[in-house]
């Protein structure tokens, strides 16, 4: 084999898959990132994406805050559960966030 291409194996084999929570920090940088994924248009992307919010936040603090159960929020960020729309506004809420509704251009 190619030099060059061991090297890329060994790249492969000992690198981290990429983790978006790790760097949704600050509020700024969520928010570009959900108003990106929104502006795609794909409803799965923008559930990953807020999934990956969820995350940053923290399960624990999402489930002091709203005052669900931690394994239900568990369930609901893992996609075992839909939540209903009250449930997930809490959740919005309390990541900081808010959801809003405006007419379609």
């Known amino acids: ?4 291409k061991e ?12 983790n978006a929570s790790e760097y949704l920090t600050e509020d700024e940088t969520v928010d ?8 795609e248009g794909d409803i799965a992307e923008l559930i990953e994406a807020i999934k ?6 923290g ?8 005052g669900l159960n931690r394994g239900n929020v ?4 893992n996609s075992k559960t839909d939540p209903k729309l009250s449930t997930f ?3 919005l809420n309390a990541m900081g966030l808010k959801m809003t509704i405006s007419s379609v251009e």
Do not use: G, R, W, Y
């Not at 090297?7 to 990429?18: A, E, I, R, V």
């Not at 990956?52 to 936040?57: G, L, N, Q, R, S």
């Open 89 to 91: 506004i809490k959740m």
């Open 52 to 57: 990956e919010v969820a995350k940053a936040t």
């Open 32 to 39: 570009s990132f959900l108003f990106e994924t929104i502006e």
């Open 1 to 4: 084999m190619e030099p060059s």
């Open 74 to 77: 568990n369930q609901i960020i």
């Open 59 to 66: 399960v624990k603090k999402i489930a002091e805050t709203t």
């Open 7 to 18: 090297k890329d194996l060994d790249l492969m084999h000992n690198s981290t898959p990429f």
